[in-house]
């Protein structure tokens, strides 16, 4: 017989909405997961029927919890776990995120992307060489 109940973090972790138990209990935490417009706690249970809110920046997903299981399934059977009820205004928000650009990395962190790379480039090249020709043995004979 399968369980009744189940605890939120327990099942966002088994339904593979996030990829570890902690940051679903972390998500929980920032307030990032809510019911009816109230935020959950990671120990708060849920059943079958309840529709749960998840906020990842920009989009809030909405999911149906067909069942409530607190044991990791593979990604074919989440069909039979959760039904995914998230407006189709909350995907067209992605998309525009997407296609913005900005995908979230904070400026100044992480790798550079290729446009950092070559105003790079052109900043060095705009840089003078100050000591290329430059004659040391003159300035010594001057202040002599």
Known sequence: MANTEARIDKWLWAARIFKTRSMA?????????????????????????????????????????????EKRVGAKLLPEILENITAPDQYELLEMSKISGFVGRAKGTGRPTKKDRRSLDDFRDEVPEFFGDFDFDMDDEQLE
């Open 25 to 69: 209990a972390a998500a929980c935490k920032k307030g990032q997961v809510s019911m009816g417009g109230t935020q959950l706690k990671a120990s708060r249970t849920v059943k079958a029927g309840d529709v749960v809110n998840v906020r990842k920046s920009p989009v809030t997903y909405s999911f149906r919890i067909l069942q409530p299981i």
